[in-house]
């Protein structure tokens, strides 16, 4: 399967200890565990001989031992039989990486550029979340790719619902990777947080981002202006979200999140305030989650809806998400870009 040919974001170094891990990406149950001289084995999770689930086992001496019979495996998946030296046993297994304190995998072999955290000098991060959202890749990349929802849906940050008909959205399709741009009043914001964010009343939001297809992934900068002067607030945020596809029913977030932070004193500020701040991004992105899995349909299907100006880039990332992640290419079914 294409997809396992990107990396992809699979689990926090922090959560691997001595004892295996299981993760799940493209239906495939995976195992995690830490083989000799530290490197980080990635393999099919279920052994060979009698189909045993690898993740119960144990590690030793940087092998990883099924617990039903004993056999067991290294980073590259060979295995060994105990009552069987001389049987040759090989199990699937992944390449692994580690970025921003994270295990990435994709398949063996396989020549994928890692996702690159770029012109991040002057920002500190905020932190990193995960959510498992109870729907398919598309209908949640659907959600993450329009602002749209943001006066309804979101506690914060997005769009005044009286005056969405003011808010202007861009969009720049690339052959592999789509950017949209909005900008219009920001909805009305509680005090405390438009005093940690220096938001002004009667500011515009500019949500500004570009979505990627190996791995899917949204970059977005989303920060505050002046309407009258169009000058920039303090704040600017920069997040990664990736979207890991568990099987077809459900999706996993795993969000990067960074604040601007261009002196030492503001850094100094975030670092007191970083848990209120990721609490907040955790709210924001609970919101998209509870809206989500109450849709009626949640199938990929566009047919039968009545879709709006800010609807544009589904059928973008549909064809994206097919010829490049899946590596499905029919030139029959590609979206036509006006």
């Known amino acids: 399967m294409a997809i396992f040919d990107h990396w992809h974001p699979m689990l926090a170094m922090s959560k691997l200890g001595t004892q295996p891990a299981r993760v799940r ?33 144990c590690v030793i001496d940087g092998r990883l031992q099924c617990t039903y019979h004993g056999w067991t495996y290294d980073c590259e998946g060979n295995g060994e039989s105990p009552g069987t030296p001389k049987l040759h046993a090989k199990t699937n297994s992944y390449d692994t990486a580690v970025a921003r304190d994270y295990i990435w995998i994709k398949r063996a072999g ?41 006066p309804t849906t979101h506690a914060n940050f997005g769009y005044d619902l009286s005056r969405m008909s003011e808010v202007e959205t861009r969009v720049e399709p690339e052959d ?8 219009g009043p920001q909805k009305k914001t509680p005090w405390l947080v438009s005093a ?5 009343r009667g500011d515009h939001f500019v949500d500004d981002w570009t979505t990627y297809f190996s791995p899917v992934h949204t970059i977005y ?11 920039e607030r303090r704040d600017r945020w920069r997040v990664w979200v990736f979207f890991n596809p568990l099987d077809d029913e459900r999706t996993q977030l795993v969000t990067f999140a960074f604040l601007r932070a261009p002196s030492a004193g503001r850094r100094a500020f975030i670092a007191l305030t970083k848990p209120a701040l990721r609490a907040l991004v955790n709210l924001e992105v609970n919101c998209d989650v509870k809206m989500l899995e109450q849709l009626a349909d949640k199938s990929p299907a566009l ?10 880039v589904l059928g973008l990332n549909r064809d994206r998400i097919e010829r490049i992640y899946r590596g499905n290419v029919k030139p029959e079914t590609v979206t036509q870009e006006a």
Not at 196 to 200: A, F, N, R, V, Y
Request: hydrophobic share 40%; glycine share 10%; net charge negative.
């Open 196 to 200: 940690i964010s220096g938001l002004h």
């Open 110 to 150: 396989a020549v994928a550029e890692m996702p690159q955290f770029t012109a991040i000098e002057s920002f500190a991060h905020i932190g990193t979340l995960e959510h498992v959202i109870q729907a398919p890749l598309e209908v949640v990349l659907d959600n993450f790719t329009e602002v749209e929802h943001t």
């Open 221 to 231: 900068n989303q920060y505050w202006i002046d309407p009258q002067s169009g000058e």
């Open 25 to 57: 990406l493209g239906g495939r149950d995976i195992v995690l565990f830490r083989g000799q001289n530290g490197q980080i084995g990635a393999l099919d999770n279920m052994c060979v001989h009698r189909r045993m689930d690898l993740s119960r086992g």
């Open 303 to 312: 047919e039968g809806m009545k879709l709006s100006r800010f609807d544009r």
């Open 176 to 183: 592999s990777s789509i950017r949209v741009v909005n900008s």
